[in-house]
């Protein structure tokens, strides 16, 4: 019924490593919540619930904690289902988790043979003799990136996180998602191992599209917390990046470069769980004491709210991987990965794949400064936006605890990587693949080197002591020398300085809007009050833009409304045509007959022609019938 293997004990950690700061900044949250008790019941099942998924031995076990831990969550984002944007949010996220849940539970349904209580060890055979693995694949995929959110599959996220208490946005960002890719690698290695090369090109495309497509929207977003839920998408496709190179090196018979890159992936695991559960605390902070997550209503916060400032900038930094952070390191693993594969020249589709995800890793680097520069300086820097801005104070004891436990794990995960690696190291060696960490660090914790042939060399060590040492000998030259200070107004080139003058979220990102007009399509609105008629004069103006995300213009609404017609359509052969409706019901379950033989059994084309001309024939004769 459980299983505590070296996989299930990583992922333990993890969860208790996000769950403990987590319980301290709830605690101290707790008093703006008004359905107490509800929250603490769901809030707890919910934590519960993830620890069952990633010990679980058998698939019933699993897909109960699954759901469970599916159903805890969606109950925490109606916690404060005050607005309808909340209730809303929390119908589209049970929509999409449920989703997912269908192809887990055929999935399972095939691997098992019906028998969900058979280990995992025993789905393997099974799988191995299934006609369409590629089939359990994409159930598979389908299954766990909808969890995770991978494109296109992701545009729950920017909804359910900021409708949901921040506690909670912290650990669906933080921690969930993690539990998600959990599975991949569970049943990955598990049941479909070995895989081939088109598996992990397929993961690699994905996770690269997932990467752009995710800054790409966090960087025209003024919702702080909608901000970091694209940033999750982007992080979710950093992973996948590593994950897809460590199934092409393991297909290739490159197990050396195969364990770094999962090391890669599973180190970025570790990494965006803390830092991105700091920026939804640290962003809670900011929504209660400003009541509001727009960001252009911020401005100046430094100055009331420091402890929540420094812990913000602390994982803004690491997020943005900038060196000597935790997230400069794994990132750079990943990057070391992907550059070890020049010597691949035996597949045309990696040809094109891996230099497609180096150039979306290091656009998606670029962009992800621009986007935290714009989330920390118009929120904490400048002159304050609003009255709520200016009278914002620091949050209380226990939330700073939590924000400032967080910001410790992230930096351990910085001074103590070797220490993480090794447990990593151990991992893959449970899980069949070689030993590297004595190649990553053959001069014990000094230094990190790629394995590959000609792999780069990074210290984050000498790095973290340099980034010390020159801010010290900066303070004491200031301190000796005596600088002299003086107050003076700004000078803003002729132009009264002011808190409208200053620079907008809006207007940061728009460079960056107009060159991918194509992906936002946004909605520009712009009002001003004329004096007296006069056009060019006026008293006030305002000016907005909406965008709403491509893939759910496109795929979802179409999709919805696609829905609607059929239903409707149904509704009325049931009502109406009460000879045709029987005889829908009557092909439908031939289709299912028939799909059934074609998934369980070899099947040649010449009998698939002939089942489907039969098909084609009874619709005609008992559905369609003759047209008059």
């Known amino acids: 019924m459980f299983q505590f293997d070296t996989l299930s004990l990583i992922f333990v950690a993890l969860i208790f490593l996000g769950a403990l700061p987590n319980l301290f900044y709830s605690s101290g949250y707790l008093p703006h919540i008004e359905r107490k008790?509800?929250?603490?019941?769901?809030?707890?099942?919910?934590?519960?619930?993830?620890?069952?998924?990633?010990?679980?031995?058998?698939?019933?076990?699993?897909?109960?904690?699954w759901e469970l831990m599916s159903l805890a969550s969606w109950q925490l984002i109606l916690t404060e289902p005050k607005e309808k944007s909340t209730i809303e949010a929390a119908r589209f996220y049970f929509f999409m988790t449920h989703f997912g849940f269908i192809f887990l539970l055929l999935f399972f349904l095939i691997v098992t043979n019906g028998d969900l209580e058979i280990g995992f060890a025993q789905m393997k055979s099974i799988a191995a003799t299934f006609t369409y693995p590629t089939m359990l694949f994409f159930f598979l995929i389908l299954g766990f990136l909808s969890k995770a959110g991978a494109v296109p599959v992701h545009v729950w996220l920017p909804y359910a996180h900021p409708a949901a208490p921040s506690p909670v946005s912290a650990l669906m960002s933080g921690v969930m998602l993690k539990v998600a890719l959990y599975g991949m690698f569970r049943f990955l290695f598990d049941v479909l191992y070995p895989w081939p090369l088109e598996w992990g090109t397929f993961i690699l495309i994905i996770g690269s599209i997932t990467a752009l497509v995710g800054i790409l929207y966090a960087m025209v977003e003024n919702d702080i917390k909608a901000l970091l839920a694209n940033s999750s998408i982007e992080n979710i496709g950093i992973i996948l990046i590593a994950f897809g190179m460590g199934m092409i090196f393991d297909t290739l018979k490159m197990p050396i470069l195969s364990t770094f890159?999962?090391?890669?992936?599973?180190?970025?695991?570790?990494?965006?769980?803390?830092?991105?559960?700091?920026?939804?605390?640290?962003?809670?902070?900011?929504?209660?004491?400003?009541?509001?997550?727009?960001?252009?209503?911020?401005?100046?916060?430094?100055?009331?709210?420091?402890?929540?400032?420094?812990?913000?900038l602390f994982a803004a930094i690491s997020i943005t991987a900038l060196p000597p952070s935790n997230g400069f390191l794994s990132e750079w693993m990943i990057f070391q990965s992907m550059l070890s594969s020049s010597n691949i020249t035996s597949d045309m589709s990696l040809k094109l794949a891996i230099p497609f995800a180096i150039f979306a890793l290091a656009m998606t680097g670029g962009l992800a400064i621009a986007t935290f520069i714009k989330a920390y300086g118009i929120s904490f820097l400048g002159l304050h936006r609003s009255t709520n801005a200016k009278h914002a104070k620091e949050v209380n004891v226990l939330m700073q605890a939590g924000m400032i436990l967080m910001a410790l794990y992230i930096a351990s995960l910085m001074l103590f990587a070797p220490v993480f690696l090794h447990y990593f190291d151990a991992l893959f060696i449970a899980m069949g693949l070689p030993s590297i960490y004595t190649q990553i660090f053959p001069q014990e914790i000094l230094s990190m080197h790629s394995v590959?042939?000609?792999?780069?060399?990074?210290?984050?060590?000498?790095?973290?002591?340099?980034?010390?040492?020159?801010?010290?000998?900066?303070?004491?030259?200031?301190?000796?020398?005596?600088?002299?200070?003086?107050?003076?107004?700004t000078w803003g080139c002729g132009y009264k300085t002011g808190a409208a003058t200053q620079y907008t979220s809006t207007g940061f990102s728009g460079v960056m809007r107009r060159f991918f007009n194509w992906l936002y399509q946004p909605e520009e609105h712009f009002c001003k009050q004329n004096l007296a008629g006069h056009a060019t004069k006026f008293s006030d103006a305002s000016y907005e833009v909406r965008?709403?995300?491509?893939?759910?213009?496109?795929?979802?609404?179409?999709?919805?409304?696609?829905?609607?017609?059929?239903?409707?359509?149904?509704?009325?052969?049931?009502?109406?045509?009460?000879?045709?409706?029987p005889a829908m019901i009557f092909n439908l379950m031939l289709f299912i007959l028939f799909s059934y033989r074609v998934f369980t059994h070899e099947v040649s084309w010449e009998s698939l022609m002939i089942e489907s001309a039969m098909m084609i024939i009874s619709i005609k004769i008992l559905v369609i019938g003759d047209k008059k």
């Open 452 to 489: 590959g042939v000609h792999g780069g060399v990074v210290s984050p060590l000498i790095l973290f002591a340099a980034l010390v040492g020159v801010t010290t000998l900066l303070v004491i030259g200031y301190k000796l020398l005596g600088v002299k200070e003086r107050m003076y107004h």
């Open 37 to 65: 008790s509800y929250y603490l019941v769901h809030y707890f099942a919910f934590i519960f619930s993830m620890l069952g998924v990633v010990v679980s031995a058998n698939a019933l076990v699993f897909l109960f904690f």
């Open 261 to 312: 890159s999962f090391m890669a992936a599973l180190f970025h695991i570790f990494n965006h769980m803390g830092f991105k559960s700091l920026l939804f605390m640290g962003a809670g902070a900011i929504l209660h004491q400003t009541h509001t997550k727009n960001i252009e209503k911020y401005g100046g916060l430094i100055k009331g709210m420091p402890v929540t400032a420094f812990t913000f």
């Open 547 to 581: 965008i709403k995300p491509l893939f759910e213009r496109s795929i979802y609404e179409n999709a919805k409304k696609l829905t609607n017609v059929i239903s409707y359509w149904v509704y009325r052969l049931a009502h109406f045509e009460q000879t045709r409706y």
